[in-house]
């Protein structure tokens, strides 16, 4: 029998400093799917509805994610980030953070004021917020 292929799993030799913020960042990117705007006109129109995080800021926290994996998978996967890349990490988390503050500012004045801010909003900021504090040093990783 034949071992398995390391090199077809993209995550099996990456480093705890880099795979750590690849986990936060795709969990940034699951809370662009659920509501980031929910209204709801009831009346004459019989309206409700809703808009997810891919469209308006949070297309800024979407390249936030993206930053986070561009940093991730640059250059040596097995070491951790060099000096570039350990700048790139918590501004793209910031990104993400910026991005959803931004649409929750915005917000009435793009949707309306009957509008209410979504629960993927609230989640986006905080998973951008702790993606911050965690690329920066500021709460440490446990060793294994």
């Not at 009957?114 to 629960?119: N, R």
Request: with cysteine; aromatic share 12%.
């Amino acid at each position: 029998m034949e071992p398995p292929n390391q090199q077809s799993n993209p995550f099996s030799n990456l480093h705890r400093q880099k795979l750590y913020p690849l986990i936060i960042a795709f969990v940034a990117l699951i809370t662009l799917f659920p509501p980031w705007v929910t209204a709801g006109f009831f009346g004459s129109l019989g309206f409700h509805g809703s808009v997810n995080g891919f469209r308006g800021w949070g297309i800024f926290s979407l390249l936030g994610i993206l930053g986070v994996a561009v940093a991730a998978f640059a250059g040596n996967k097995t070491i951790a980030y060099d000096d570039t890349m350990r700048k790139v990490t918590p501004a793209s988390f910031g990104a993400i953070a910026l991005g959803a503050l931004i649409f929750v500012l915005t917000k009435s004045s793009s949707h309306g004021p009957l509008a209410g801010t979504g629960i993927g909003t609230w989640i986006c900021l905080i998973v951008g917020l702790i993606g911050v504090t965690l690329s920066l040093g500021l709460v440490k990783i446990p060793e294994k």
